[in-house]
């Protein structure tokens, strides 16, 4: 058992059973609400580790409670999940805008999900503090601040090195070119977002080198933006 309680807002009530079904298999204490009225009131009372949160609800959107906590400085900082039948790319993007972490399309599968919580806990966790992230062969050193493939040392520019940063922190989430300027240079810096394709090829090219190739490790999705995409076999 772990020492997190995720909840699930959904109406349906054969997806929260199967969900909290496997959740609770997984070791995860469950919590349940089936509209935004009722998981406010529940996230504020029972503090969950994360929020499984379906778009679609009576008497208000999912979307609508993600904006009203990311703009409480209580809840800011609450690791969401969006569970959703909606797949049209505007919607992915509008649900990360707002500010979900992560964006699970229905029909999901539960090992998928609880593969995807336990990603995003560790995030959460304060894991990305640390000095140095490890993905395989690519190694950040934030204290020297040096790029190693391969125990190769890499030449990256110091743009490309925040980029790189910010991505290694946040592995398997797709973020748009605006989210990305946000992050990586600041909210009050104006800059195109075509500027983001520019120090992506360069931080790709740096990655392409002798000792391995990792440019692969950065994709891109079509239509939304970028995503950093260690192997499977990798561990931060």
């Excluded at 998981?39 to 009576?58: F, G, N, Q, R, Y």
Aim: hydrophobic letters at 40%; charged letters at 30%.
């Amino acid at each position: 058992m772990t020492d997190h309680t995720i909840l699930i807002v959904d109406d349906e009530d054969a997806i929260r059973d199967m969900l909290v079904m496997a959740l609770e298999i997984a070791g995860f204490r469950c919590l349940e609400a089936d509209n935004i009225f009722e998981a406010h009131k529940t996230i504020l009372d029972e503090k969950p580790s994360l929020l499984v949160l379906d778009w679609m609800l009576p008497e208000g959107s999912g979307v609508e409670l993600l904006r009203r906590l990311r703009r409480d400085s209580v809840t800011e900082q609450l690791p969401v999940i969006m569970l959703t039948a909606k797949t049209a790319e505007a919607n992915i993007i509008q649900g990360l805008e707002v500010g979900a972490d992560d964006y699970v399309t229905k029909p999901v599968a539960p090992k998928e999900l609880i593969a995807r919580i336990k990603a995003l806990l560790r995030r959460s966790s304060g894991d990305t503090k640390k000095d140095q992230l490890l993905f395989g062969d690519l190694l950040l050193d934030r204290r020297s601040h040096r790029v190693f493939v391969a125990n190769s040392s890499v030449d990256v520019g110091p743009t490309e090195f925040k980029l790189l940063l910010f991505f290694m922190t946040n592995p398997n989430r797709a973020y748009t070119r605006g989210q990305i300027l946000d992050h990586v240079w600041g909210s009050n810096v104006y800059v195109e977002e075509r500027t983001v394709d520019v120090h992506i090829r360069r931080l790709r090219k740096a990655l392409q080198c002798p000792s391995g190739d990792l440019s692969s490790l950065i994709e891109t999705v079509r239509g939304m933006g970028y995503r950093f995409t260690p192997a499977p076999q990798e561990k931060s």
